[in-house]
C-alpha cells in the first residue's frame, strides 16, 4: 500500500520569499509519479509539477521546484518568490499505478 | 476550451434518494476519476475508468455506482445506501491510467443532505 505523509497542516511565508512544504512517501513500488496540487478555497483541483522515480534531475515549472530525494523518500515543493495568489491547500500525490494516493494537504498563507 | 465540467455546482439531497452528478470531459483522456474529499482531508478515490464500458472500484465506492457508456463522460450516482454522502466531488482526467499520467480535475460538485 501506497502512503503520503504531509507533516504541517499549516504554513506562513511573506511576500516574495521563499517556503517549502514537506513530503514523505511510502511504497514499494520501483517505478512511480509524484505530484502536487493547489487548491484554492473556491475548490478546483491544479496541476503543479511531476517527478518521475526514475528522473535524476529535479522537476521545475516556473516558480515551483520539487526537491525529490528518493533515498529519503522525500518530494518537498518549493515555490519561489511567493505571491498573495499563491495562498491555497496544497496536496503532494503518488501514483504507482492506476490511481493517486493524497495527503492531507498543507495550508499554505502567503503575508504582506 | 479543452477541460472538465462538472455540474451541478450545489446539489441538496433527501433521505433515502439517488442522485447523480454529472462529469463532462473534451480533453480525449481515456481514463476518468471520481473522488471524495472531507474536510480538512484529502482526496479518496470512489471509481474510476480506463476505457469505454469498463470502471473498477475505488477505495469507498459502496453506496456509490457509476457508468461509462461514452469517452467524454462519467457520471457518478450516490445512492440511498451512502448513509454519509455530504462532501465535496472531484472528478479527474489523464491520457491514461498509469503512474506517470497527470490527473486534471474539475471545479467539484459539493453534496449536502437536506
Known amino acids: 500500500a501506497q502512503k503520503i505523509t504531509q507533516t504541517q497542516p499549516g504554513m506562513f511565508v511573506q511576500e516574495k520569499e521563499a517556503v517549502t512544504l514537506d513530503c514523505t512517501y511510502d511504497?514499494?513500488?520501483?517505478?512511480?509519479?509524484l505530484f502536487w496540487y493547489k487548491q484554492p478555497s473556491s475548490g478546483e483541483m491544479i496541476f503543479l509539477i511531476y517527478q518521475g522515480s526514475y528522473d535524476e534531475q529535479n522537476a521545475t515549472e516556473g516558480r515551483y521546484s520539487l526537491n525529490f530525494q528518493k533515498a529519503r523518500k522525500s518530494a518537498n515543493l518549493v515555490i519561489s518568490a511567493s505571491q498573495l495568489g499563491d495562498s491555497a491547500m496544497y496536496f503532494c500525490a503518488m501514483s504507482p499505478e492506476k490511481k493517486l494516493t493524497f495527503g492531507t494537504g498543507t495550508q499554505l498563507k502567503v503575508e504582506l | 476550451d479543452g477541460g472538465i465540467t462538472q455540474s451541478p455546482k450545489y446539489l441538496f439531497r433527501k433521505e433515502g434518494q439517488n442522485v447523480t452528478l454529472s462529469c463532462e470531459q473534451n480533453l480525449n483522456h481515456d481514463a476518468m476519476y471520481w473522488y471524495r474529499q472531507d474536510p480538512g482531508q484529502g482526496l479518496r478515490l470512489i471509481y474510476y475508468s480506463q476505457i469505454v464500458n469498463d470502471f473498477q472500484k475505488g477505495d469507498i465506492a459502496e453506496g456509490y455506482s457509476v457508468s461509462r457508456e461514452k469517452k467524454e463522460s462519467f457520471p457518478l450516482t450516490v445512492t440511498s445506501a451512502q448513509k454519509n454522502p455530504t462532501a465535496f466531488y472531484l472528478c479527474?482526467?489523464?491520457?491514461?491510467?498509469?503512474?506517470?499520467?497527470?490527473?486534471?480535475f474539475g471545479d467539484g460538485t459539493r453534496l449536502s443532505i437536506l
Open positions: 479527474a482526467s489523464s491520457i491514461a491510467t498509469g503512474g506517470h499520467q497527470p490527473q486534471h
Open positions: 511504497t514499494s513500488d520501483q517505478s512511480y509519479g
